[in-house]
């Protein structure tokens, strides 16, 4: 799948590896999930529709928006998600960003270019939201806003 990705949006991608793309679009399949590209308008960036076991993507979407948002629905898959709450949403990017980015890739970027979001969505190809969801995420698992260098194994 993702080699149509790339054929359809190889502007758009920036620095988000085909790698990357590769490994959640795999997980799509070992998953039993289609992808879809259709036009949801402006604000709209992707749904996952479960009784379709589908996840649909806006053309309009930047690479990385790509990850982030296909992450974000693989959460919604993941947990079973049948509608948006806040609940729901906030568990679905922390599933998105432990899915994208490990401890030590986050730990080797924020040394790198510090800690600050923006910095490391530039440095890592992803969206700051993904940044933020994953600090929650290894928040909530006992870790520390940042990745102290010394946990990198």
């Given at each position: 799948?993702?080699?149509?990705?790339?054929?359809?949006?190889?502007?758009t991608l920036g620095r988000?590896?085909?790698?990357?793309?590769?490994?959640?679009?795999?997980?799509?399949?070992?998953?039993?999930?289609?992808?879809?590209?259709?036009?949801?308008?402006?604000?709209?960036?992707?749904?996952?529709?479960?009784?379709?076991?589908?996840?649909?993507?806006?053309?309009?979407?930047?690479?990385?928006?790509?990850?982030?948002?296909?992450?974000?629905?693989?959460?919604?898959?993941?947990?079973?998600?049948?509608?948006?709450?806040?609940?729901?949403?906030?568990?679905?990017?922390?599933?998105?960003?432990?899915?994208?980015?490990?401890?030590?890739?986050?730990?080797?970027?924020?040394?790198?270019?510090?800690?600050?979001?923006?910095?490391?969505?530039?440095?890592?190809?992803?969206?700051?939201?993904?940044?933020?969801?994953?600090?929650?995420?290894?928040?909530?698992?006992?870790?520390?806003?940042?990745?102290?260098?010394?946990?990198?194994?």
């Open positions: 799948m993702s080699a149509w990705l790339l054929s359809v949006r190889p502007a988000v590896t085909p790698d990357r793309l590769d490994q959640l679009f795999q997980h799509c399949a070992d998953l039993g999930i289609d992808v879809e590209w259709r036009d949801l308008g402006e604000w709209r960036r992707g749904e996952y529709r479960r009784d379709d076991r589908l996840i649909v993507l806006n053309p309009r979407l930047t690479g990385r928006q790509v990850v982030a948002c296909l992450a974000h629905e693989l959460g919604h898959a993941r947990f079973g998600h049948g509608c948006s709450s806040p609940a729901n949403e906030r568990r679905a990017w922390e599933y998105a960003a432990a899915l994208v980015l490990s401890p030590a890739e986050y730990a080797a970027a924020e040394a790198r270019v510090g800690p600050d979001p923006a910095g490391l969505a530039l440095e890592l190809a992803v969206t700051p939201q993904l940044i933020w969801s994953w600090r929650r995420w290894w928040h909530k698992r006992g870790g520390q806003a940042s990745v102290p260098s010394a946990t990198v194994a």
